[in-house]
């Protein structure tokens, strides 16, 4: 089997997210759902009612009063949030793995992830933009395909780093040359596998060609220079993080400058914490990440 099918062949196999995502996934969109039916069926999964009222009664909602009430929380989050937060409960397991093949340890690939979520977040509003509809779930999904691909990485390491440091090309693009798919491409395609959203789709596959993404290039450009920024500060950069270069163009078309930036990464660990920390299964994240 050649290693192009071997990797296609992973992403078929690859366990699917709990079941209650794929059926927020079908009514995210549903203006007339009954909330307290909903709750009724989120009930039914304890560990995802659990996420639910952790993450909405967490410092990223910044909520006025505690929220014990399913019911109460899905209300006043509303069914997009829902959505997210659901695929954030069911993705952070998934999220926190060893990849020795692109040099993370355990925590470092669901760090890296989150403080991409958030720093897209917050530069939204650093720059007084309406967040892009699901921005935190691109985010935290953009690096998805390296949990895939890091068995496909650990044989062939030397030979993408030689083909980056001799021909001067990013990561993304020597896998792609030897494997014949990189990781932006796997994530897309196993997100594709699990019928999430276009957009969603879209921000993984291109998160590193920002210029491809066509109608979903403002999403797709806020999810590259939060990624970017992630590896500046440090957070997960692993053996790739400094193997590929920022788009201007993309940092541009927001509007962004060096301090604005700087106020985006300064205002993002602190809610990564408790976030981090909630998602993690209570594992406090270390500084400096």
Same mark, same amino acid.
Not at 220 to 248: C, N, P, R
């Given at each position: 089997m050649s290693r192009l099918n071997a990797i296609r062949d992973t992403i078929r196999k690859f366990p699917d997210l709990p079941a209650m995502c794929g059926h927020m996934m079908k009514h995210r969109n549903d203006a007339h759902i009954d909330f307290a039916r909903l709750a009724r069926d989120i009930r039914y999964d304890p560990g995802v009612t659990a996420n639910v009222l952790k993450l909405t009664n967490s410092a990223y909602f910044g909520l006025p009063q505690r929220v014990d009430s399913l019911q109460t929380a899905i209300t006043l989050i509303g069914m997009k949030r829902l959505f !997210?937060?659901?695929?954030?409960?069911?993705? $952070?397991?998934?999220?926190? *793995?060893r990849l020795p093949g692109y040099h993370l340890d355990r925590e470092e690939i669901l760090s890296h992830s989150l403080w991409n979520a958030l720093a897209a977040e917050e530069a939204c509003r650093m720059l007084n933009r309406k967040p892009v509809e699901l921005l935190f779930t691109c985010g935290l999904l953009h690096d998805l395909g390296k949990i895939v691909m890091d068995e496909f990485i650990q044989p062939v390491q030397a030979e993408i780093l030689e083909l980056v440091n001799a021909k001067h090309?990013?990561?993304?693009?020597? !896998?792609?040359?030897?494997?014949?798919?990189?990781?932006?491409q796997a994530g897309a395609e196993l997100l594709d596998r699990w019928k999430f959203p276009e957009e969603i789709i879209a921000a993984v596959r291109w998160h590193h060609e920002p210029a491809m993404a066509? $109608?979903?290039? =403002? @999403?797709?450009?806020?999810?590259? *220079?939060?990624?970017?920024? $992630?590896?500046? #500060?440090?957070?997960?950069?692993?053996?790739?993080?400094?193997?590929?270069?920022?788009?201007? =163009?993309?940092?541009?078309n927001l509007g962004m400058n060096?301090? @604005?930036? =700087?106020?985006?990464a300064s205002r993002t660990l602190d809610?990564?914490? #408790?976030? !981090?920390?909630?998602?993690?299964?209570?594992? !406090?994240?270390?500084n400096g990440v």
């Open positions: !997210e937060t659901i695929v954030a409960g069911g993705v $952070a397991g998934k999220l926190l *793995v090309v990013s990561f993304d693009k020597a !896998e792609r040359r030897i494997l014949g798919m990189s990781h932006a066509g $109608a979903h290039r =403002e @999403l797709v450009d806020t999810i590259h *220079v939060a990624d970017m920024l $992630a590896y500046t #500060e440090g957070l997960g950069a692993g053996i790739d993080g400094f193997k590929y270069t920022i788009w201007q =163009e993309s940092v541009t060096i301090r @604005l930036l =700087e106020r985006v809610t990564m914490k #408790e976030l !981090e920390h909630v998602l993690g299964g209570g594992r !406090e994240v270390r």
